[in-house]
């Protein structure tokens, strides 16, 4: 093995839009690959500049000097002969560097090696296959500390040593546990929700902005629907509330005192109550609608109808009808109660009042009214502040309307009229219960003030209760839901980056033994490299960043081809700094499928003669600078593969690999060279023109091919 080490500067980035892998360019990056390729077998090739931080450690012999690529460089104008025109190219002085090998350490310590239990590569007892996962010397299992997450990690212990060894699959359970780990524990989550103790809004307005907005969003088809979604809530509470209403005024006519003057006194109520029927009807019917146009009943007007349900039910619309609908029940009650009240204050006929218990009438009233201020604690999409208001408000007034003179008549009715004779009331005859003995005493109007103020201080609490847990509960959802979304964008993206490393089909069997390695017959591999890149790179201007930005766009050009379905069986194998490597043939699936078996071979020569004209139509919008493209094509059989732990690489070796590398760089600029399998193979299909033979390093002397043309149109 050879090594070379140079210190400098580099640019790291990725280069194309496929297959791509994370890699660093520069002159030192070309210079510390001249340390290597020029260095000896066995021995570190370092330059001088690395020597100056490793002087002190390090004893060095010195090597051959070469060549200083770093020198600046200047723009000449040159004639070419080629193109009959005029051209720019880079010119620079050229100089040698010192270069030297290290020998040892002045320390005399011994070169540091990796540990055992850290190198993934080391040699193990096992006859199996290499793997991902390391393979652990065999040891008893303690069953005691076997991990209860799954096979991805098992802890093991050893029965005849101390050490532990751990088996992780790619470190997947481990980050898992972490990041549970890290999370908030939930009493800390549930205890210190991120809303306003005061106004219980959202410390963020984006959020607020959303939750005020939830009751208008329709569930996705993939979330279960229940009676608590946001957009059935609702429906269940505008049903729950009509049937209160309806129940309530149902009581209250029934309740109704048996007057002389009875049909004239119910006009009002019927008013009141006709008035809160038609309320009621129309807000449930709205909700009934939306309903149906978002579940698919009427879809010919679901987006009519969706927005005018954004209009009508936005935050503060939704507000103000709602509470003016849910506070209908109280509403009435209070109605009925006080124009009763009203018209035995102005009435003259006291007598009237005599099969009539005042006590009861004034409790089943205070009652009800009691009851109803709890139906504003219904529809937790509304502001609690809006109903704890609307609440306290009734409240007030009722109480006004209680402590009311014309009300106080009616109240000490009882005191009053017991000089005459034809009254009978159910206190008179002994007949009256326990229950309404508060009720036909004259302390009752402050005792129904008490209890309205108790039950508005309980509803405030309920409102407010409610309103933290459903805003709690909203967040920890729409948390989870942007958690999924991350996740599911993150797994997307992370399969895209993966794919993009690794080839589709070497993917499933990859998942499953954890490893790959593929013979394949009959492949075809392509070398296109830009041979006078180097000539055009300048760290001159942003230290080469735009250089590389046109190289870039070269292979994003050249890769874009092979999403077309005429090269379904070319894959990008990689990039090798200004070298395109492709191969086709590697997916034996897909190979199969073809009509011929030379559909493959094609595809790829295809392509190489596709990457010219795309080089051609670039190089017409370049000023004065022409780029060069050698490519160098060979068929036969390689071996496929994913190399490494940690940085995973999908490769393919082999002769046939070495040959078309050979092909590229002994080439012609323009053209496309091949050896003489190649012309024999593709002859029905191709034209060749006899080059020559040409000394291949480890082949000799090789009879080669250039291109000259397709003989027939390519099938699409």
Known sequence: MRVGVHTGKVICGLVGTRRFKFDVWSNDVTLANQMESSGMAGKVHISETTLEFVKDIYQVSEGEPVPDIRKVKVLVEYYNKEDQRYAIKHTQDESLIRTYFIEKRFDGKPIITLDRSRNPSAPNDSNNAPSFVKDQPKTTVDPAVVSPIGSNEVTLTAASTTAETEVKSRGSDVEMLDALWNLSKPEEVFKFPPISRFSLCFLSQSMEHIYRHQVLRIPRRSVLVTLATPR?????????????????????????????????????????????????????????????????????????????????????????????????????????????????????????????????????????????????????????????????????????????????????????????????????????????????????????????????????????????????????????????????????????????????????????????????????????????????????????????????????????????????????????????????????????????????????????????????????????????????????EVTAGVIGTTKLLYDIWGDTVNVASRMYSTGRKGRVQVTEQVANRLSQHYEFEYRGKVFVKGKGEMRTYLLVGRKSPPTS
């Not at 306290?392 to 004779?421: R, S």
């Not at 089909?505 to 890149?533: E, G, P």
Request: negative net charge; glycine residues 4%.
């Open 232 to 636: 059935l809530t609702p429906v269940t509470n505008g049903l729950a509330h009509f049937f209160f209403f309806v129940l309530v005024s149902v009581a209250c006519f029934i309740n109704f005192p048996n007057l002389t003057e009875r049909q004239l006194i119910l006009v009002a109520p019927s008013v009141v109550f006709a008035i809160a029927l038609f309320l009621n009807l129309l807000f449930i019917v709205i909700i009934i609608i939306d309903l149906c146009s978002w579940g698919g009943v009427c879809p010919g007007a679901n987006r009519a109808l969706q927005k005018i349900f954004r209009g009508m039910f936005n935050w503060y619309v939704r507000n103000t009808m709602g509470v003016l609908v849910i506070c209908t029940p109280a509403i009435f009650v209070l109605a009925n109660f006080q124009i009763c009240l009203f018209w035995f204050s102005r009435s003259n006929d006291i007598t009237a009042v005599a099969d009539f218990s005042i006590g009861e009438y004034r409790m089943v009233h205070g009652l009800l009214f009691t009851f109803m201020l709890f139906n504003l604690t219904l529809f937790p999409n509304f502001s609690s502040w809006t109903k704890s208001v609307s609440a306290m408000i009734l409240c007030i007034i009722g109480c006004l309307l209680v402590h009311w003179p014309f009300a106080g008549n009616f109240y000490y009715c009882p005191d009053q009229v017991a000089g005459f004779a034809t009254v009978t009331t159910a206190r008179d005859l002994g007949t009256s219960p326990v229950w309404l003995a508060s009720a036909e005493s004259s302390l009752f109007p402050w005792e129904i003030t008490v209890i309205l103020t108790l039950n508005l201080i309980l509803i405030f609490f309920l409102n407010r209760d409610i309103d933290i847990s459903f805003r709690v509960s909203f967040n920890r959802d729409y948390e989870a839901s942007q958690a999924k979304k991350a996740i599911t964008r993150e797994k997307m993206q992370g399969e895209w980056l993966l794919e993009d490393i690794i080839p589709r089909f070497v993917l499933t069997d990859l998942r499953k033994t954890n490893k790959y390695s593929q013979h394949v017959d009959d492949a075809a591999v392509m070398f296109a490299s830009i041979s006078n890149f180097s000539e055009f790179y300048d760290e001159q201007y942003q230290g080469g960043q735009e250089m590389l930005r046109v190289l870039n766009e070269i292979f994003a050009d050249f890769e874009h081809l092979l999403s077309s379905a005429r090269f379904k069986d070319v894959e990008k194998i990689k990039t090798i700094a200004e070298c395109f490597m492709a191969a086709s043939g590697l997916n034996l699936v897909q190979r199969a499928e073809n009509k011929s078996p030379d559909d493959h071979l094609c595809a790829l020569m295809d392509l190489a003669i596709e990457l010219l004209k795309i080089l051609d139509d670039f190089n017409q919008q370049m000023f004065n600078f022409q780029f060069e493209l050698k490519i160098g094509y060979n068929i036969g």
